[in-house]
């Protein structure tokens, strides 16, 4: 019992880490139609940066988010404006994929280069501190993680939902004719709501890093079950990401203890087939999707 | 009734469109006779298994072109059916004991048979969902293999037994070479009859338009399943075919992302819509990529140059090298049209000088 509670509770956890990172993707699809292979990357990449934090001052591994978010920030805002924009409207979606590809390619590249393939692993003061939690061990990481998470997304949605640009950025999404039509300026809405998609990335990464071994082509490993989530939550739809990331998360988490973990990876991808074979268009919201 | 004029400039087009069609014809008997006769230039090991690793590179980009050609539909994961054709071919022959080439024929059809469903779910969705299922079929085999221990023989590899056992290493290279260029000739000969047909004409309405396409009554969701399972067929084909000719399989390497990005950067830079475009970009990108692996191996930095040269196609040149450098002439070269507006006598002497120029 206690062993399905342990599950029950790190799904959890591991589900708002999920959504987190799932976050991102459906905020560039929103704005841009743009699918970004590359978010993975960053993740690694963000999570990479905070190693390197740790291990060269010496400080705790989160603070490096002080300049992982503002950089990376100013990095989507320019890869919007310099690369994304140059694409034809027609076979924008596609040829963003292949775009998005080959930066994620560069960065795996670039990390094997300069960090060499060597796994790493961030270390924390409290690293193998656990607390009980409704008779659970709880790893205290995977804890700071979570409430990294939850801080995050409580800080998009709030951006999203009370700030003037946040407004500019929804209405972006909704109808993008319209909002230029009451004045919005649509093409740098856009690119700053790029460059929030990829500061949610430095945010990830971080988190990821916490609990994880890293390695540059870690991001493969995190591609498809980030791109089954978007698809099952319905492309474009920030609850929906949020909803299929918590309960595909869970019943990861859960089916570790019957399957192993190599098999319950594949719920993902199971999840992916069935909601294509069913309601291709994802589960919610996401009437956008099927077009694209 | 034309004018002198305008019957001299169809004259001069006609001619020009001659002179293009006899340059085309001299260019592919070159580049076949070379592609012939190379094997029996050398006798040195490492260039012919090179020359075979680049005819496979060519016959899975253009396998990837019966799909991603005709239709527009790009498919990240066209590794998937190359790793299922290498395994398919791999297990037949080490544990049911069947002859090599007929596991290699029953194995290509076994994939075949597994893309039906796979196309059915993939292509209820476009564009981006599309790329992404593709690239999740890739990943979920690659966990699914490696896990398979008993069958696939895990991450530790399977052997394959040489077909040609009495075959030393050269001759066993040449000969491999001279079936992949036969297999090779096969489907391009295949892509051209269907680039004529009917069908294929409908697979390239659904490129343009796919609502258009329905709307005239073109069976899209059945031609593109059809486009699917071919490609998947010749793919399948070539894995099987590089399993017998390398002997040996792992799942990292069957069931790789980077093999179907190579596929997609082959046919995006000789460009989709020609017949020859994919084998160019197998040429081209294949010798660099052998290049960058035999010069910096240890390194990732051939990730790197992948990812550059990729960026640079999507960006500078999606329809590919023939279609750019054809414009870059035309730019140079005498212009088609004067200022004036384009008018419709104009129009059908282009229309009938393209009518000529079709062989």
């Not at chain 2, 070479?177 to 090779?184: A, E, K, N, T």
């Not at chain 2, 892509?191 to 009917?198: F, L, V």
């Not at chain 2, 084998?279 to 010798?287: D, E, H, R, T, Y």
């Not at chain 2, 002439?329 to 104009?346: T, V, W």
Request: hydrophobic share 55%; net charge positive; charged share 10%.
């Amino acid at each position: 019992m206690s062993l399905f509670v342990q599950s029950l509770i790190l799904g959890i956890l591991l589900g708002g880490l999920y959504a987190l990172l799932a976050s991102g993707l459906t905020l560039y699809f929103g704005v841009m139609r743009v699918v970004q292979i590359a978010h993975s990357a960053f993740l690694i990449l963000a999570a990479y940066l905070a190693w390197f934090f740790a291990t060269s001052t010496g400080l705790d591994a989160l603070l490096s988010l002080v300049i992982t978010v503002p950089l990376f920030f100013v990095v989507g805002v320019g890869l919007q404006r310099l690369l994304i924009t140059r694409l034809k409207p027609a076979t924008l979606t596609m040829m963003s994929v292949l775009l998005t590809f080959a930066i994620a390619l560069i960065i795996e590249g670039m990390l094997g280069f300069v960090f060499t393939g060597v796994q790493r692993r961030i270390h924390f003061s409290y690293g193998s501190a656990s607390v009980p939690l409704f008779g659970a061990e709880v790893p205290v990481v995977k804890l700071v993680a979570f409430a990294l998470a939850v801080l995050a997304l409580g800080g998009l949605w709030l951006i999203l939902k009370r700030t003037e640009f946040g407004q500019a950025l929804r209405a972006t999404i909704q109808n993008k004719e319209a909002a230029q039509l009451i004045g919005i300026n649509t093409d740098r809405v856009a690119s700053y709501g790029f460059g929030l998609g990829l500061a949610t990335a430095a945010v990830g990464g971080t988190a990821l890093a916490m609990d994880a071994t890293i390695y540059p082509s870690l991001h493969w490993h995190w591609i498809g079950p980030l791109m089954a989530i978007i698809v099952v939550g319905g492309l474009g739809s920030v609850p929906g990401a949020a909803i299929a990331a918590m309960v595909l998360g869970v019943a990861q988490s859960l089916l570790q203890i019957p399957l192993g973990t190599t098999w319950a990876q594949t719920v993902f991808y199971v999840a992916l087939f069935v909601t294509l074979m069913v309601r291709p268009q994802g589960f919610f919201g996401g009437r956008l999707a099927q077009r694209f | 009734m034309r004018n002198a004029s305008e019957t001299l400039e169809l004259e001069r087009a006609l001619t020009g469109a001659r002179w293009l069609t006899a340059a085309r014809v001299i260019a592919l008997l070159a580049l076949a006779a070379v592609l012939v006769v190379f094997p029996q230039t050398t006798k040195v090991g490492y260039l012919l298994s090179t020359g075979v690793v680049i005819l496979n590179y060519a016959v899975t980009a253009t396998g990837w072109n019966f799909m991603g050609g005709f239709t527009g539909y790009i498919s990240l994961g066209h590794a998937a059916y190359f790793g299922l054709g290498a395994y398919g071919t791999g297990i037949l022959v080490v544990k049911a004991g069947l002859s090599p080439f007929l596991a290699l024929a029953l194995a290509a059809l076994i994939v075949a048979v597994i893309a039906v469903p796979i196309g059915i779910a993939a292509l209820r969705v476009r564009g981006a969902s599309f790329v992404i299922v593709t690239i999740a079929f890739v990943l979920i085999l690659l966990l699914m293999f490696q896990s398979m221990g008993s069958i696939t023989g895990g991450s530790g590899g399977l052997s394959l037994p040489r077909p040609f056992p009495d075959l030393i290493r050269t001759d066993h290279h040449r000969t491999f070479y001279y079936i992949y260029l036969g297999l090779l000739a096969v489907m391009l000969l295949a892509w051209w009859a269907i680039d004529r047909s009917r069908f294929g004409m409908g697979l390239k309405a659904v490129r343009e338009d796919e609502d258009k396409a329905r709307s005239l009554g073109v069976p899209t969701t059945g031609a593109k399943l059809v486009a699917f399972i071919l490609s998947a067929f010749f793919t399948g084909l070539g894995g099987g075919l590089y399993a017998l000719w390398f002997g040996d399989l792992d799942p990292v390497f069957q069931f790789s992302i980077m093999m179907g990005a190579y596929m997609v950067l082959m046919s995006l830079l000789g460009g989709v819509r020609s017949l020859f475009g994919p084998l160019l970009g197998a040429l081209v990108v294949g010798i660099a990529i052998e290049f960058f692996k035999a010069q910096y191996g240890d390194t990732q930095f051939h990730l790197v140059a992948t990812g550059l040269l990729l960026a640079v196609v999507v960006l500078f040149m999606p329809e590919g090298v023939i279609p750019a450098v054809k414009g870059l002439f035309a730019r140079f070269g005498p212009q088609a049209s004067s200022i004036r507006e384009i008018s419709a006598a104009d129009l059908a002497a282009e229309r009938d000088a393209e009518e000529a120029s079709k062989p």
